[in-house]
């Protein structure tokens, strides 16, 4: 595993580093420090490859759109390889490195077959010495949530890990995520669901409203995930929810403190990449 350390759990750190991995989208970094760490978030509508140096900054981040996966079950073997064969390629090319070895990251409930498969992607783009973690302590790489709840909203589903003392207490996963929201906004307006999507992200004030109820689906999938452990923070990750106002909806619904970062998208692979070889 690599010796990169995650940051304090300090919001202000966080997006400061956060900032910085969305600036190397495409990008790579002049220089960087020690060995480098790649991490690959094998999304459902979205692959993220990241790599790290030693100090868990990033060098080079880079996105295929995919719809290989679907609720973190590969669904479509050869696309998924071919994307991650892609990224791997265009980073090795710019960074003028060999990346020979790797992480990826499974939801919470997927089982061991399934989890297999991300492996088994990996292995067949050409990375070796494969590390595997769940997508919830992933993100927790980025954050560094000693006592909170991390919660990572995919397209998929929503993972709830619960931390306490900075160890990892409970985790589990619900159905619903991104794709649930845009089935919710295309269904309401009447257009396609690349549309809805789209529309989600350019032009969010005018899909809030239509979205309430997923929020709200969202937010007691949150609530059931961590009984007894309600006074603990809420701190938001995936991009699902990277839409104005999320963490006061959110807030509101449930009665605590939620916490929302720049970037969000990057959170569990930048934590992906900070876990690898």
């Known amino acids: 595993m690599s010796d990169a350390t995650p940051p304090e759990a300090s919001g202000g750190q966080v997006a400061v580093s956060l900032r910085r991995a969305h600036s190397r989208i495409g990008l790579q970094a002049e220089s960087w420090s020690g060995q480098l760490h790649t991490g690959v978030d094998l999304g459902t509508a979205t692959c993220v490859l990241t790599v790290v140096d030693d100090t868990g900054e990033a060098v080079w981040v880079d996105t295929n759109a995919t719809a290989a996966l679907r609720d973190g079950v590969v669904v479509d073997f050869t696309a998924a390889v071919a994307a991650v064969r892609t990224l791997k390629r265009d980073a090795e090319a710019a960074l003028g490195v060999e990346l020979e070895h790797a992480a990826t990251a499974y939801p919470p ?4 077959a399934d989890s297999r498969a991300c492996r088994f992607v990996l292995e067949s783009a050409g990375f070796d010495q494969i590390a595997m973690l769940d997508e919830v302590s992933a993100a927790n ?8 709840a991390v919660v990572d909203v995919g397209g998929g589903s929503t993972g709830v890990g619960v931390f306490s003392g900075g160890e990892l207490r409970a985790l ?13 906004v295309a269904g309401a307006m009447g257009i396609s669901v690349p549309e809805a999507e789209r529309l989600k992200h350019e032009s969010p004030e005018t899909v809030t409203t239509v979205l309430r109820p997923g929020i709200e689906r ?14 603990l923070d809420v701190h938001l990750a995936g991009g699902a929810l990277m839409l104005p106002g999320m963490d006061s909806t959110l807030a509101a619904r449930l009665g605590r403190s939620v916490h929302a970062y720049p970037h969000a998208l ?9 876990s690898a070889p």
């Open 109 to 112: 409930c997927v089982g061991e």
């Open 141 to 148: 790489r980025t954050l560094g949530i000693r006592d909170g």
């Open 172 to 184: 589990d996963d619900r159905a619903g995520g991104g794709y649930h929201l845009d089935l919710i």
């Open 218 to 231: 969202v937010a007691e999938s949150i609530r059931d995930l961590t009984t007894g452990w309600e006074a």
């Open 266 to 274: 990057l959170i569990t692979p930048l934590g992906i990449a900070r």
